[in-house]
C-alpha cells in the first residue's frame, strides 16, 4: 500500500493545470512526430527530447511521457494505414492491421489498437509501481561486480541473441563503445579519441547521438530511396468498434500483456518476442475456434500485438528505474534524458529521488490516459498528415534534428558532429547494422568502464574479482546460455518455408519478422 500512496503523490505532482498542459502538448507532439512514416517511437522521442530542455525536470518527464506514449501510438496508425512499421516491434501489427484497412476496417483496426495500448500500459505502468521499487531495494546491495556483469548480460542479449546477426550486433556495440570512450578519463584526465578538440572533452553529448543516428541517419536513408510516386494513404473515419470487436478484442488484449510486460522488464528483453507469441496465440486460437479471419484481416492479429508491444514497453521501466539499464532504443533515449538532468539512474534512483519517479509513473498513467481521449477523435488528422510529400516531410525533419542538436549545448560544433553521426546512420542502414546496440554502447559504455575499475580496485588489480559475487556468477552462466542456446536452436529451426506457413503470410513480410 506504500507504493500506492506514493503514487498518489505523484498524481498531486502532475495534477497542475500547468502539467496536464505539458502532458497534452507531449502527447500531440509525440503522435505528430510517431505517425511519420518511418519514424519510430525511438526516433519521435529522440527528436523531441531538446523540447522538454527549458522546464524543470518533473514538467519535462510529464511532458516526455506524452512524446512516449504518443510515438507509440503514431507508430501504429503508419504501420495501419501504410504497412510500414516504425520499428520491427510493429512489423505483426502492421500485418492483420492493413489487412483490416484495405477491407474498409481502418477505423476498427485504430480503435483496437488504440485502446489495446491504454489497456496494457495502464496495466503495465500499474506493475512498474509494485516490481520497480521491490527491485530496486534489492539491487541497492549489488556490488560492482554483479553490476558490471549485469551490463554485460543486457548487451550480449540484445546485440547477439534478440539481433537477426550477432556479428552485424558486435559491430554496432563496438562502435557505440568506442564513441562512449571519447573524451578526458576520469581517473587520470588523459583525453581519449578527441584529437586535440577541446569540446571533445567533456565527451559527444548522447542527444546528438540519438538524433544523428536516429534522425538524421533515416532522412538521408528515405532521401537516397526517395519514392517517385505518392504513397497511398487508406482513408479513414472516426475510429470505433461495436459490441462484436470488443468481445472479439478482450481476450487478445489481456493475454498481450500478460505476454509483453515479462518481456520488457527483464533486462534484456524486448517487444518483438511477445508480439510475435502474441500473434501466434491468437492464430492458434482463431483456428480452435474456427472462426479463423487471419490473412483476410483478423482484428484479433492487431488487439494482441499491439497490447503486448504497448505492455513490454512499460515492463522496460522496470530495469531503467531500478537498474539503470536501457534495453530498447526508445528507453535508451530516455535514459539519456534523465542524464542531461545530472539524474543517475540505478538502484538509488527510487530514494534519491522519490518525487520525481513517482511524478514520473503518475505521468506515464495519466499521458497513457490523454493519448485514448485525444488521439481517438483525432484519428482521420493524422491520417492526413500521411499525404505530406516526402521531400517537404524530411526537410523539416532535417530541421528540427539540427535545431535539437544545436539546443543541447549551443554549440555550433555539434552541428558538424550531428553531419557525422547522420552519416554513419546511413551507413548502418545501408550495411544492415542494428541500432540499439551503438546506442547502449555509447550510453552503458562509461558506466561499464566505472563498475569495472571498481571491480578491479576491489580485487587489487585480480581478475577473479569479476566474479567475486554469487549474484556475478549466475549471470555469467545466464550469459554462457544465451550465446550457445541460438546456435543449438539453429539446427533445428524450421525452415523459412515452414515459418511462413504457420503465419500464412507472404515470404516478405515473414522475412520482416525474422
Excluded at 539540427?402 to 552519416?423: E, H, I, M, P, R
Aim: net charge neutral.
Amino acid at each position: 500500500m506504500d507504493n500506492l500512496s506514493l503514487l498518489m503523490d505523484g498524481f498531486g505532482s502532475v495534477l497542475t493545470p500547468q502539467n496536464l498542459l505539458f502532458a497534452c502538448i507531449g502527447v500531440l507532439l509525440g503522435t505528430f512526430v510517431g505517425v511519420l512514416p518511418g519514424i519510430g517511437p525511438a526516433m519521435a522521442v529522440a527528436l523531441l527530447l531538446p523540447v522538454t530542455y527549458g522546464l524543470d525536470p518533473i514538467g519535462a518527464f510529464i511532458m516526455f511521457a506524452g512524446i512516449y506514449y504518443g510515438g507509440m501510438y503514431g507508430g501504429s496508425t503508419t504501420s495501419i494505414l501504410l504497412n510500414t512499421p516504425g520499428e520491427s516491434a510493429s512489423v505483426m501489427t502492421a500485418l492483420e492491421g492493413n489487412l483490416m484497412a484495405r477491407a474498409g476496417r481502418a477505423s476498427q483496426a485504430l480503435a483496437t489498437a488504440a485502446i489495446g495500448s491504454f489497456i496494457a500500459g495502464t496495466i503495465g505502468t500499474l506493475l512498474v509501481v509494485f516490481f520497480a521499487p521491490a527491485l530496486a531495494s534489492v539491487a541497492v546491495e549489488i556490488g560492482a561486480p554483479s553490476y558490471f556483469a549485469l551490463m554485460v548480460l543486457a548487451m550480449i542479449m540484445v546485440t547477439s541473441v534478440l539481433g537477426g546477426s550477432p556479428l552485424r550486433g558486435f559491430i554496432a556495440l563496438f562502435l557505440g563503445l568506442t564513441i562512449g570512450l571519447v573524451g578526458l578519463d576520469l581517473n587520470t584526465g588523459q583525453p581519449r579519441l578527441s584529437f586535440d578538440q577541446p569540446l571533445l572533452a567533456d565527451r559527444i553529448d548522447v542527444v546528438v547521438v540519438a538524433v544523428g543516428i536516429f534522425a538524421l541517419g533515416e532522412a538521408l536513408w528515405v532521401a537516397a530511396h526517395l519514392r517517385r510516386s505518392p504513397l497511398h494513404v487508406i482513408p479513414v473515419g472516426r475510429p470505433w468498434m461495436d459490441r462484436t470487436d470488443f468481445k472479439r478484442s478482450w481476450g487478445p488484449w489481456l493475454r498481450g500483456t500478460a505476454y509483453g510486460f515479462p518481456f520488457g522488464a527483464l533486462p534484456a528483453g524486448g517487444a518483438e518476442i511477445p508480439t510475435f507469441l502474441s500473434y501466434l496465440t491468437e492464430k492458434r486460437i482463431a483456428k480452435r475456434k474456427g472462426v479463423d479471419e487471419f490473412g483476410k484481416g483478423a482484428i484479433e492479429g492487431v488487439a494482441g500485438p499491439e497490447a503486448a508491444n504497448n505492455a513490454s514497453a512499460a515492463g522496460t521501466f522496470v530495469p531503467l528505474l531500478a537498474l539503470g539499464l536501457p534495453v530498447t532504443a526508445t528507453s535508451a533515449v530516455m535514459l539519456a534524458a534523465l542524464q542531461g538532468y545530472g539524474i543517475e539512474p540505478g538502484p538509488g534512483l527510487m530514494t534519491d529521488q522519490p518525487e520525481l519517479v513517482w511524478a514520473l509513473l503518475a505521468s506515464l498513467l495519466i499521458g497513457n490516459a490523454l493519448l485514448l481521449v485525444l488521439n481517438l477523435p483525432l484519428a482521420p488528422v493524422w491520417a492526413k498528415l500521411l499525404r505530406i510529400p516526402r521531400p517537404q516531410l524530411y526537410a523539416g525533419i532535417l530541421f528540427f534534428a539540427a535545431l535539437g542538436a544545436y539546443a543541447a549545448n549551443l554549440q555550433a560544433f555539434d552541428l558538424l558532429l550531428l553531419v557525422l553521426l547522420g552519416l554513419l546512420g546511413l551507413a548502418m542502414r545501408r550495411f544492415g547494422l542494428p541500432v540499439l546496440p551503438l546506442i547502449l554502447g555509447v550510453i552503458l559504455g562509461p558506466l561499464m568502464e566505472l563498475r569495472l575499475r571498481e571491480a578491479m580496485a576491489i580485487s587489487g588489480g585480480e581478475v577473479s574479482g569479476l566474479w567475486s559475487e554469487p549474484l556475478a556468477v549466475v549471470i555469467y552462466v545466464v550469459v554462457a546460455i544465451a550465446v550457445a542456446a541460438p546456435l543449438a536452436l539453429r539446427r533445428v529451426r524450421p525452415a523459412p518455408s515452414d515459418v511462413a506457413e504457420e503465419l500464412d503470410i507472404p515470404a516478405v513480410e515473414e522475412e520482416k519478422v525474422r
